[in-house]
T-cell receptor
Framework: GEDVEQSLFLSVREGDSSVINCTYTDSSSTYLYWYKQEPGAGLQLLTYIFSNMDMKQDQRLTVLLNKKDKHLSLRIADTQTGDSAIYFCAESTASGGSYIPTFGRGTSLIVHP | DAGITQSPRHKVTETGTPVTLRCHQTENHRYMYWYRQDPGHGLRLIHYSYGVKDTDKGEVSDGYSVSRSKTEDFLLTLESATSSQTSVYFC????????????????FGEGSRLTVL
């Protein structure tokens, strides 16, 4: 099957920027997503980017997509302790009229005061 | 928050016993999914449904079966639980052409933690 790879851990200091990276193998990916999982909860969509876009900015979040290298990144500016969570990269491709995401293993972001 | 309820939220059972997890939604979404989450493996799709009585396998479907007799309910059954099925199970729902306009956006339940001894 298609793979989505991301590093397992990232530790940053409060106030710094965090950059979480992801690579994927499916060149026909249509949508790429970042989901956030807080402790004891399910995943929630944080942001997404369509495959014909290079960048998307939403307040403190910046998503960069390098389609040639199949590389996606999520930058969180001014990282806060409340940003501590697991961040999942996911990609989806149209299949029979549906878009079922394939998830990476998740990156645990630890924010130190 | 999307109206998704998983039950039970926690269950401890013994090897060889049957287990059924229930996912109930109040959103009338077409698609429903069961994922399992394990350390080091992230989220893996078990089965999904694209309508009443319409289901398909995911990447880790062995040992699991599902049923969807109503739009709002999606059941995951472990016919004979094994220790390798100890995991946190998440139900998710989605609808094409969702109000947010994001195709493929999933809404997740809070998870069911299953321990098989």
């Amino acid at each position: 099957g298609e793979d989505v790879e991301q590093s397992l851990f990232l530790s940053v200091r409060e106030g710094d920027s965090s950059v979480i990276n992801c690579t994927y193998t499916d060149s026909s990916s249509t949508y790429l997503y970042w989901y956030k999982q807080e402790p004891g909860a399910g995943l929630q969509l944080l942001t997404y980017i369509f495959s014909n876009m290079d960048m998307k900015q939403d307040q403190r979040l910046t998503v960069l997509l390098n389609k040639k290298d199949k590389h996606l990144s999520l930058r969180i500016a001014d990282t806060q302790t409340g940003d501590s969570a697991i961040y999942f990269c996911a990609e989806s491709t149209a299949s029979g009229g549906s878009y079922i995401p394939t998830f990476g293993r998740g990156t645990s972001l630890i924010v130190h005061p | 928050d999307a109206g998704i309820t998983q039950s039970p939220r926690h269950k401890v059972t013994e090897t060889g016993t049957p287990v059924t997890l229930r996912c109930h939604q109040t959103e009338n979404h077409r698609y429903m999914y069961w994922y399992r989450q394990d350390p080091g493996h992230g989220l893996r799709l078990i089965h999904y449904s694209y309508g009443v009585k319409d289901t398909d396998k995911g990447e880790v479907s062995d040992g699991y079966s599902v049923s969807r007799s109503k739009t709002e309910d999606f059941l995951l059954t472990l016919e004979s639980a094994t220790s390798s099925q100890t995991s946190v199970y998440f139900c998710a729902i989605s609808e094409e052409g969702s109000p947010s306009g994001i195709t493929g956006e999933l809404f997740f339940g809070e998870g069911s933690r299953l321990t098989v001894l």
